[in-house]
């Protein structure tokens, strides 16, 4: 069964950082991404890789979060800086494993999640 594990949140200032990481116990992903969601607010995709190796960002998050990945080590990294209070979330994992029903975002569909991890900034 596939599973993705985040780890890496927890609370920080405003002005900080954290790196969020993601393992995947699986292979052959179609992209991988990272989504959040707040109480009271829709989910959003925050930073994706595609299957050609592009990035994207949500425009709130474009040049303070970095989407990176370790192909060797199965892993998806989330790089957050200049963290700011309007970030804090849930942060999900999440990859596109070729299957079906999951959540549309650009050429992707994401239908592996991982069980979210909480990132709290304070002001």
């Known amino acids: 069964q596939v599973q993705l594990v985040e780890s890496g949140g927890g609370s920080v200032q405003a002005g900080g950082s954290l790196k969020l990481s993601c393992v995947d116990s699986?292979?052959?992903?179609?992209?991988v991404g990272w989504f959040r969601q707040s109480p009271g607010k829709d989910r959003e995709g925050v930073a994706v890789?595609?299957?050609?190796?592009?990035?994207s960002y949500a425009d709130s998050v474009q040049g303070r979060f970095t989407i990176s990945k370790n192909t060797g080590k199965n892993t998806l990294y989330l790089q957050m800086n200049s963290l700011k209070p309007e970030d804090s979330a849930m942060y999900y994992c999440?990859?596109?494993?070729?299957?079906?029903?999951?959540?549309?975002?650009?050429?992707?569909?994401?239908?592996?999640w991982g069980q979210g991890i909480q990132v709290t900034v304070s002001s």
């Open positions: 999440a990859v596109d494993s070729g299957g079906v029903g999951g959540t549309s975002y650009g050429d992707c569909n994401f239908d592996v």
């Open positions: 890789i595609a299957d050609d190796g592009s990035t």
């Open positions: 699986g292979y052959n992903r179609v992209c």
